[in-house]
């Protein structure tokens, strides 16, 4: 059974950055459980999830909500089968869990509107952005 788990997040102040890691156990980024897309996705405090941003199996090509277009970005590395998010310039409205999310066949250009296609979740990590 693969499982998700994220880390990183944490208190930061307006302007600054955060990483978050998503580290993927029980299976590995090539194998047919691993072997689809791979993102992020948010949920804020009374909101419901939104997606964030996704990546594609081959790490070549990369999607992201307008709102955080220019400020984060995704990457993994699948030989340590981990996932990251760099997230620079935050906002007081990025303040959210963020969860990482597998999927085995939904394509990464179609990761934000098929959330509840996702296979595998991870437990969350909590960011706070503070003004």
């Known amino acids: 059974q693969v499982q998700l788990v994220e880390s990183g997040g944490g208190l930061v102040q307006a302007g600054g950055s955060l990483r978050l890691s998503c580290a993927a156990s029980?299976?590995?980024?090539?194998?047919?459980?691993?072997?689809?897309?791979m993102g992020w996705f948010r949920q804020a405090s009374g909101k419901e999830r939104e997606f964030v941003a996704a990546i594609s199996r081959n790490g070549g090509s990369t999607y992201y909500a307008d709102s955080v277009k220019g400020r984060f970005t995704i990457s993994k590395d699948n030989a340590k089968n981990t996932l990251y998010l760099q997230m620079n310039s935050l906002k007081p409205e990025d303040t959210a869990v963020y969860y990482c999310a597998a999927a085995r066949l939904v394509p990464a250009q179609a990761m934000s509107g098929r959330l509840g296609a996702m296979d595998y979740w991870g437990k969350g990590t909590l960011v706070t952005v503070s003004s």
């Open positions: 029980g299976g590995n980024f090539r194998s047919y459980a691993m072997g689809g897309s």
